[in-house]
Every structure is written in structure tokens, then in C-alpha cells.
């Protein structure tokens, strides 16, 4: 049974860090590209970064400059490393597991943000 386990969010203020890390079981971590996406209520979950099989990266314009996504396939996990936090980072935080139709997501873990 894959799992997916993120971890890592919490209360910052605007300017601060926070490293986001998501465990996953029961699946071939290295084979599958990790995906980083974020929820605010009310609103359609958005993209913010994804990391390949390869390490390869891409980000959302949002988080290009400020975020740095990373994997290590030797404790099968990902991380979310993210800088200059605004209080428009706000949001719920889920981590993905394969970048295709099949995907298992994660529960998400909070970052809030205040001004």
C-alpha cells in the first residue's frame, strides 16, 4: 500500500523559512516524479513545483527564485524548501507521487504565513 506522508509546515512569519518534507512507502520512490501542490479554501489546488526521476525541476512563476524542491531517493522522500515566505503562501500543502493518471496524494500539512 503506497503512502505519501507530508510534514514540515507550520505557523512563520512573512520573510521567514520552512522545509516541507514528504515520506513515501510502498512504492519505488526513485521511479516516480514528485509534485508539490497548494490549497487555499474555497479555491482549486495549484500547482507549485515538481522534481523528475531525473532531479530535473520546474516551478510555478509564484514560487520560481523562492522555493527549491529536492528528492532523496535514499530515504525515499521530498522536500519543499521555502524562503521569503508572504502571507499569500497561506495554504494547505500536498505533496504527489507520480507525475502521470496514476498518482497518490498525500494528506497535506498547513503553512500559515502572517504579515
Known amino acids: 500500500q503506497v503512502q505519501v506522508v507530508e510534514s514540515g509546515g507550520g505557523l512563520v512569519q512573512a520573510g521567514g523559512s520552512l522545509t516541507l518534507s514528504c515520506a513515501v512507502s510502498g512504492s519505488t520512490f526513485r521511479n516516480n516524479g514528485i509534485g508539490w501542490y497548494r490549497q487555499i479554501p474555497g479555491k482549486q489546488r495549484e500547482w507549485v513545483a515538481t522534481i523528475s526521476t531525473d532531479a530535473s525541476t520546474n516551478y510555478a512563476d509564484s514560487a520560481k527564485g523562492r522555493f527549491t524542491i529536492s528528492r532523496d531517493n535514499a530515504k525515499n522522500t521530498a522536500y519543499l524548501q521555502m524562503n521569503r515566505l508572504k502571507p499569500e503562501d497561506t495554504a494547505e500543502y500536498y505533496c504527489?507521487?507520480?507525475?502521470?493518471?496514476?498518482?497518490?496524494w498525500g494528506q497535506g500539512t498547513h503553512v500559515s504565513v502572517s504579515s
Open positions: 504527489r507521487l507520480g507525475l502521470g493518471i496514476r498518482a497518490y
